[in-house]
T-cell receptor
Framework: GQNIDQPTEMTATEGAIVQINCTYQ??????LFWYQQHAGEAPTFLSY??LDGLEEKGRFSSFLSRSKGYSYLLLKELQMKDSASYLC??????????WGAGTKLIIKP | DADVTQTPRNRITKTGKRIMLECSQT?????MYWYRQDPGLGLRLIYY???????NKGEISDGYSVSRQAQAKFSLSLESAIPNQTALYFC?????????????FGPGTRLTVL
């Protein structure tokens, strides 16, 4: 079966750095997405990786290792507004998105 | 104006009632999707459509039907609602022409079936 694993919840301190991991087992691979979702709101697109390596976008970076079935989202200089759930999703061989359950990130002052 | 809109935003209904959720987009995207989200679970695909004449079942289509009335409109129906269909429903769109096929989401409809 297809499976995306990410931690259920993480806590970090304002101004710090946090890394959210995602491991996947899917039928094929056509890219990995990270989305941010504030409680009760729509998911919003953060990043896309299809090749191995690090993609940086301001305070957020995303890393992919296809051979290990592994990705992480790195958030730097954490702000209170970063408190949200972070969703990892993989596009499989049928170009369907397979979603993880999300990681709830709690930022403490 | 929002690129992807959903109506209604909230709905409370009773078991056995027929419900329609509507989605409209101004992004000009060909592809549209319906998902449901339950606490502790990932987004689950109900139906998707790659153009007006194309409708496909997703992971959890039982108990649901859809209609793609135009490129910009995609409706989800629950013919006879049941309590375990209580969830947050999202519509999403993506562009066939891009390399990444990134999906963009509407604001969601919170449906409660009593």
């Amino acid at each position: 079966g297809q499976n995306i694993d990410q931690p259920t919840e993480m806590t970090a301190t304002e101004g710090a750095i946090v890394q959210i991991n995602c491991t996947y087992q899917t039928s094929g691979f056509n890219g990995l997405f990270w989305y941010q979702q504030h409680a009760g709101e729509a998911p919003t697109f953060l990043s896309y990786n299809v090749l191995d390596g690090l993609e940086e976008k301001g305070r957020f970076s995303s890393f992919l290792s296809r051979s290990k079935g592994y990705s992480y989202l790195l958030l730097k200089e954490l702000q209170m507004k970063d408190s949200a759930s972070y969703l990892c999703a993989v596009m499989d061989s049928n170009y369907q998105l397979i979603w993880g359950a999300g990681t709830k990130l709690i930022i403490k002052p | 104006d929002a690129d992807v809109t959903q109506t209604p935003r909230n709905r409370i209904t009773k078991t056995g009632k027929r419900i329609m959720l509507e989605c409209s987009q101004t992004k000009g995207h060909d592809r549209m999707y319906w998902y449901r989200q339950d606490p502790g679970l990932g987004l689950r695909l109900i139906y998707y459509s790659f153009d007006v004449k194309d409708i496909n079942k997703g992971e959890i289509s039982d108990g649901y039907s859809v209609s793609r009335q135009a490129q910009a409109k995609f409706s989800l129906s629950l013919e006879s609602a049941i309590p375990n269909q209580t969830a947050l429903y999202f519509c999403a769109t993506s562009d066939l022409q891009t390399d990444t096929d990134t999906q963009y989401f509407g604001p969601g409809t919170r449906l409660t079936v009593l």
